[in-house]
């Protein structure tokens, strides 16, 4: 917990191209001026939102045993800190939905936990897009199928953890298991050729 608060600080003190001054890549350049620092509307954000909601009030009346499962303390972590990671703030999910949204990719994947909003992020920026979830806690999925199933989004296939698939648009949010991730990451970038879009989330969560 130390070590995320520390990354967090030094971040906000070093993070001068985070408008793109300085940046010399007009890709770059358009990637953070035009989609990261995009602060336009879109009228999946209120679904969003809502889904968002729903989550929080499926949590509050969970059962005891069922919240613990989710949320085991791991490594120092209290419960609401890993509930956090796997409940990603609006403004990422909304991120998520601009970056899927330019580039357009013809398949996404996801590795990781989570409650299943930024899934949503990720497949309504597209509907014809095809997202590959891999997610590896059944109670999750369950989490997941629902938002599914209440919003009529049809484009997710949800699945325990598998092959990892070199596609052009991958996410990977399993912050709490760098060993995983390192799998993961390591699996795509010897891929020969590989040229997609890889977002890793937490990365200030542990070294």
């Known amino acids: ?15 001068r191209h985070r408008k793109g001054h300085g940046i010399h890549s007009p890709f770059l350049f358009r990637l953070i001026t035009e989609v990261i620092g995009n602060s336009g509307y879109f009228s999946f954000y209120p679904l969003l939102k809502d889904a968002r909601v729903n989550v929080m009030n499926m949590l509050r009346i969970l059962d005891m045993e069922s919240y613990q499962q989710l949320c085991v303390p791991s490594k120092g972590f209290r419960p609401r800190f890993i509930q956090k990671l796997h409940l990603l703030p609006a403004r990422f999910d909304r991120l998520l939905f601009r970056m899927v949204n330019d580039f357009k990719p013809e398949l996404i994947t996801y590795y990781g936990s989570t409650f299943g909003v930024s899934l949503l992020a990720l497949a309504l920026a597209d509907r014809r897009t095809m997202l590959e979830a891999q997610v590896e806690n059944d109670h999750y999925r369950s989490f997941c199928r629902r938002l599914a199933e209440v919003y009529e989004v049809e484009n997710i296939s949800l699945s325990g953890y598998g092959k990892v698939v070199a596609s052009d648009f991958i996410v990977v949010q399993n912050p709490l298991d760098p060993d995983d991730c390192n799998s993961i990451l390591t699996k795509l970038l010897h891929q020969p050729d590989y040229n997609g879009v890889i977002v890793l989330c937490g990365i200030h969560t542990s070294e």
Do not use: D, G, P, V
């Open 1 to 15: 917990m130390q070590y995320y608060t520390r990354k967090k600080i030094e971040y906000l003190f070093r993070a």
